[in-house]
C-alpha cells in the first residue's frame, strides 16, 4: 500500500494531467456528434480486432476438437454409402443384410513409411478396441491397407505400397478384374496385374475394389489407369495406376471390420473340405 501511495506522490503531476486530459476528451466527445462517431468507430474497430484475434486463437486450440467431429461424420456418411452400395446390388445382399455388414472405426495414423520395399503404417487402434488381422484400412480417398499385426492398444498396417500387398481390384467402367501389387518404385503408382486382354481398357479409367474377398466391399476408390501393357505371355495387361490417395501423408483412416467375415470363411472353408 505504502508504494502506491509514494507513486502516486511522485507522479502526481503527470496523473493530474491525465485525468484532466480524459476529462477534456470525454466532454469533447459528449459535445460533438463528429468526435463521438469517430471515437465509437474507433472503439469498435480495436475491440473487434481484438475479439477477432481471441478467436482465431480459440478456433486454432478447438481445431482438434472439430476435426474429430468431422471424422466422426465422415465415418457416418461411409457407414451410409457401404449400406447403400451393397442394398443397389439385388444379387449381393439385400438392405437389411447390408445395414450390419460392415463396422467402422476411426483411427489415426501413427507413424507411415512409403519409401521402403515393404512399408507399414501404425494406428492408434488395437484389440481393445476389437481391431483384428486382415480388417481392411481406408480414408476418404480411398483405400490404405490391411490390418497385418494387432496389440492392446495399437495396430500395423500392410500398405497398399508393400511387395507383399495383394489386393482384388476392378476396373470399374467394364468390372474386369485384376490384382493391385506395387512394384516398390513410385509411392505415386500402384499396378494392376491379370488383367484379361479382352477387357477394354483406357488411359483415365478408375480403378476401385472388386469386392471379390472378405477384408474389402466393392466400389472403394483406387486410383485411375495412368498407362498400361500386354504382359511377356500377351495374355494379360499390367496397368499402371496413379492413386487417389497422397501415401506420403495420411492422418484419418477407418479401419472396415466386415461382420460376416467369420461366417463366409466357415462356409468357403467347408466348401473345399
Known amino acids: 500500500m505504502q508504494q502506491i501511495l509514494n507513486f502516486v506522490i511522485k507522479n502526481k503531476t503527470f496523473l493530474l494531467f491525465l485525468l484532466l486530459f480524459s476529462i477534456a476528451l470525454g466532454l469533447t466527445i459528449q459535445s460533438h456528434s463528429y468526435h463521438r462517431s469517430k471515437f465509437i468507430n474507433s472503439a469498435n474497430a480495436l475491440t473487434g480486432g481484438v475479439y477477432g484475434t481471441v478467436n482465431s486463437v480459440d478456433q486454432y486450440f478447438h481445431l482438434k476438437t472439430e476435426n474429430e467431429l468431422l471424422a466422426e461424420e465422415n465415418k457416418r456418411l461411409r457407414e451410409q454409402l457401404l449400406i447403400r452400395e451393397a442394398s443397389l446390388d439385388s444379387s449381393f445382399v439385400d438392405t437389411t443384410y447390408a445395414e450390419g455388414r460392415y463396422k467402422i472405426t476411426i483411427a489415426q495414423v501413427f507413424k507411415n513409411s512409403y519409401s521402403l520395399p515393404n512399408n507399414y503404417l501404425t494406428l492408434n487402434k488395437g484389440k481393445n478396441d476389437s481391431i483384428k488381422q486382415d480388417f481392411g484400412v481406408i480414408n476418404s480417398n480411398g483405400i490404405i491397407g490391411i490390418i497385418d499385426n494387432t496389440s492392446k492398444n495399437y495396430s500395423t498396417v500392410l500398405s497398399i505400397l508393400n511387395r507383399r500387398s495383394r489386393i482384388n ?82 492422418g484419418t483412416v477407418y479401419i472396415l471390420e466386415n461382420l460376416d467375415r467369420a461366417e463366409i470363411l466357415s462356409l468357403e472353408n467347408d466348401g473345399n473340405e
Do not use: C, R
Request: charged fraction near 20%; glycine fraction near 10%.
Open 169 to 250: 481390384a476392378k476396373i470399374k467402367s467394364s468390372n474386369h478384374i485384376g490384382s493391385l501389387t506395387w512394384n516398390g518404385e513410385s509411392p505415386i503408382y500402384v499396378q494392376l496385374e491379370d488383367v484379361s486382354q479382352f477387357a477394354p481398357i483406357k488411359v483415365g479409367d478408375t480403378i476401385q475394389t472388386g469386392g471379390e474377398s472378405t477384408i474389402f466391399p466393392k466400389g472403394i476408390g483406387i486410383g485411375t489407369i495412368d498407362s498400361f501393357e500386354t504382359d511377356i505371355s500377351g495374355d494379360t495387361y499390367i496397368i499402371e495406376v496413379k492413386l487417389f490417395n497422397d501415401m506420403t501423408n495420411l
